[in-house]
């Protein structure tokens, strides 16, 4: 068990349940059971994830003041989650809503309110660093400056800028330019992934790089080994939403790599806890704990 400080995102995430993309139009509706509406967010993902795995964690992040910040604050109190670290510092809690097809396809829509122009209070990170042995800092705003602060204390970093097209992108180049380990999507890249590795080897020196591929599982690169290899896909049971594939198989890579320091190992584990994850509905749903990954990964070697 490691003590994990998590910097990130919350949303209310509702999702709906449609036939097919693109969608007919209907004036109304019934998808009955087809509408949710849980907690989610890459921040509490990954904080759910890495708890559900057996790790100490703390999530800092930015709630509103309305209805929704007492629905987050309530979910993170039935998870058993520190909500310590979650300020309802805005007028509006962030919403996204997700539409997946019956292959598991799914379209965002998210409404980031004005998070992206608020800041967290330093000293609260400051006070919580000194107890991790990993920061976990998300591509939102407010975990930029956090970046200096983590490598000023020596901490590892670990990110995920998502799908990115950009080896220079404005927006995420810190975040890049700080990991330690660094998970991104293949879904925007102008170039194979493997291509799209040596670039960002040779920018940012990145020791442990993993693209996600979707169904083609994900590629991983360790620079000081000069490794590079795709693994595929694992399948657990029958896709319902792929939503949160991409923080599922993050939060168990960081699992798994802290405690055997083997990267390959670590997406191997991954790679199952993502599948066995995109058979649930919400992102932030259907997280298998140590042992359950241990024996499902033993199971299917
Ligand atoms: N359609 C799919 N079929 C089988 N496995 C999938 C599928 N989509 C995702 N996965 C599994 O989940 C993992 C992570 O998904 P993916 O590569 O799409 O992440 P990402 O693009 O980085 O993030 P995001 O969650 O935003 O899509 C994949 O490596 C794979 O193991
Ligand atoms: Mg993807």
């Not at 608020?118 to 400056?145: E, H, K, M």
């Not at 792929?242 to 960081?254: E, P, R, S």
């Not at 190992?265 to 058979?279: E, P, R, W």
């Given at each position: 068990?490691?003590?994990?400080?998590?910097?990130?995102?919350?949303?209310?995430?509702?999702?709906?349940?449609?036939?097919?993309?693109?969608?007919?139009?209907?004036?109304?509706?019934?998808?009955?059971?087809?509408?949710?509406?849980?907690?989610?967010?890459?921040?509490?993902?990954?904080?759910?994830?890495?708890?559900?795995?057996?790790?100490?964690?703390?999530?800092?992040?930015?709630?509103?003041?309305?209805?929704?910040?007492?629905?987050?604050?309530?979910?993170?109190?039935?998870?058993?989650?520190?909500?310590?670290?979650v300020l309802a510092a805005?007028?509006?809690?962030?919403?996204?809503?997700?539409?997946?097809?019956?292959?598991?396809?799914?379209?965002?829509?998210?409404?980031?309110?004005?998070?992206?122009?608020?800041?967290?209070?330093?000293?609260?990170?400051?006070?919580?660093?000194?107890?991790?042995?990993?920061?976990?800092?998300?591509?939102?705003?407010?975990?930029?400056?956090?970046?200096?602060?983590?490598?000023?204390?020596?901490?590892?970093?670990?990110?995920?800028?998502?799908?990115?097209?950009?080896?220079?992108?404005?927006?995420?180049?810190?975040?890049?330019?700080?990991?330690?380990?660094?998970?991104?999507?293949?879904?925007?890249?102008?170039?194979?992934?493997?291509?799209?590795?040596?670039?960002?080897?040779?920018?940012?020196?990145?020791?442990?790089?993993?693209?996600?591929?979707?169904?083609?599982?994900?590629?991983?690169?360790?620079?000081?080994?000069?490794?590079?290899?795709?693994?595929?896909a694992v399948y657990t049971?029958?896709?319902?939403?792929?939503?949160?594939?991409?923080?599922?198989?993050?939060?168990?890579?960081?699992?798994?790599?802290?405690?055997t320091g083997s990267p390959?190992?670590?997406?191997?584990?991954?790679?199952?806890?993502?599948?066995?994850?995109?058979?649930?509905?919400?992102?932030?749903?259907?997280?298998?704990?140590?042992?359950?990954?241990?024996?499902?990964?033993?199971?299917?070697?």
């Open positions: 068990m490691r003590n994990i400080l998590i910097c990130g995102h919350i949303n209310l995430e509702t999702t709906l349940r449609v036939d097919q993309f693109p969608l007919d139009y209907f004036p109304v509706c019934y998808p009955f059971f087809g509408v949710r509406s849980t907690v989610a967010g890459v921040g509490y993902n990954i904080t759910k994830a890495l708890t559900t795995l057996g790790h100490q964690t703390r999530l800092l992040s930015l709630i509103g003041q309305d209805t929704v910040g007492q629905l987050v604050q309530h979910s993170l109190a039935a998870d058993d989650l520190d909500t310590t670290g805005m007028p509006e809690t962030c919403q996204s809503v997700i539409l997946y097809d019956t292959d598991g396809r799914r379209q965002i829509h998210t409404d980031l309110k004005d998070v992206q122009s608020r800041p967290y209070p330093p000293d609260i990170f400051q006070q919580y660093l000194t107890w991790c042995d990993l920061a976990v800092l998300g591509n939102i705003n407010f975990s930029r400056p956090f970046l200096a602060q983590a490598k000023h204390a020596g901490k590892p970093i670990a990110t995920d800028v998502h799908a990115i097209n950009d080896l220079d992108d404005d927006y995420n180049r810190d975040y890049m330019a700080a990991a330690d380990i660094l998970f991104m999507s293949h879904e925007r890249l102008p170039c194979s992934p493997e291509e799209w590795v040596r670039k960002v080897q040779n920018r940012y020196g990145t020791a442990v790089l993993v693209i996600g591929l979707g169904a083609d599982g994900a590629l991983l690169a360790v620079k000081q080994d000069n490794f590079m290899e795709r693994l595929p049971r029958p896709i319902v939403n792929t939503i949160g594939a991409g923080d599922a198989l993050f939060a168990a890579f960081v699992h798994n790599y802290l405690q390959t190992t670590a997406l191997q584990h991954a790679l199952t806890f993502a599948s066995y994850k995109i058979g649930a509905v919400g992102a932030a749903e259907g997280f298998l704990t140590a042992v359950e990954l241990a024996e499902l990964v033993n199971r299917n070697p």
